[in-house]
């Protein structure tokens, strides 16, 4: 069964920082990845969805990069803002059409 | 882009009541939906997986006389929760998957339910 961990749970930045978000999954015969902001009470936010035959995705100050092999991916803020605090989540998809399998998130607070 | 809406946004309701929420695909056809459940700082945790005209399939775990789906029309689901206790209180969230569309699912805005 595909478990996907977080790591760090939580993580305080100052902000113009750049930093990376963890994500590991177990089966590494993926279909896809995506990595999604939340918001507190709110829905999802897609940033990043990187196919299992791609190597990293990019999206204004944000990096996704996967290597399947090692069941890992990371994704990089760079210069970071009081904005971008949210809890960050990995999905991994392990079929076409089935459903995301979700890591239990990174919160990130970046204080001005 | 493709629209999920879900109501209603939130709901109290007392313990042993029925709560129907409903999930819409506003400007697309959504042959699949999905159902998750995510308690304070937990993850989404996938519930079950509806398909149009069929029954849906539910993850281990998750009482399927309890949580009831329907996924009636191309554009709606709803998931009903009987008889419910506070322990039920969580948010849930729909996402749904467009004909043909194997890779993308968009996600509703979330139900807040809390049961007294």
């Known amino acids: 069964k595909q478990e996907v961990t977080q790591i760090p749970a939580a993580l305080s930045v100052p902000e113009g920082e750049n930093l990376v978000l963890n994500c590991s999954f177990t089966d590494s015969a993926i279909y896809n990845l995506q990595w999604f902001r939340q918001d507190p009470g709110k829905g999802l936010t897609s940033l990043l969805l990187?196919?299992?035959?791609?190597r990293e995705q990019t999206s204004g100050r944000l990096n996704a990069s996967l290597d399947k092999s090692s069941g890992r991916s990371t994704l990089y803020i760079a210069a970071s803002q009081p904005g971008d605090s949210a809890t960050y989540l990995c999905a991994v998809k392990n079929q076409a059409g089935t459903a995301l399998i979700f890591g239990k998130g990174t919160t990130l607070s970046v204080s001005s | 882009g493709a629209v999920v809406s879900q109501h209603p946004s939130r709901v109290i309701c007392k313990s042993g009541t029925s709560v129907k929420i409903e999930c819409r695909s506003l400007d697309f056809q959504a042959t699949t939906m999905f159902w998750y459940r995510q308690f304070p700082k937990q993850s989404l945790m996938l519930m079950a997986t509806?398909?149009?005209?069929?029954?849906?399939?539910?993850e281990q775990g998750v009482e399927k006389d309890k949580f009831l789906i329907n996924h009636a029309s191309l554009t709606l689901s709803t998931l009903t929760v009987t008889s419910a206790h506070p322990e039920d209180s969580s948010f849930y969230i729909c996402?749904?998957?467009?004909?043909?569309?194997?890779?993308?699912?968009?996600f509703g805005p979330g139900t807040r339910l809390l049961v007294l």
């Open positions: 996402s749904a998957r467009e004909l043909g569309d194997q890779e993308t699912q968009y």
């Open positions: 990187i196919q299992s035959s791609q």
């Open positions: 509806s398909n149009e005209g069929s029954k849906a399939t539910y």
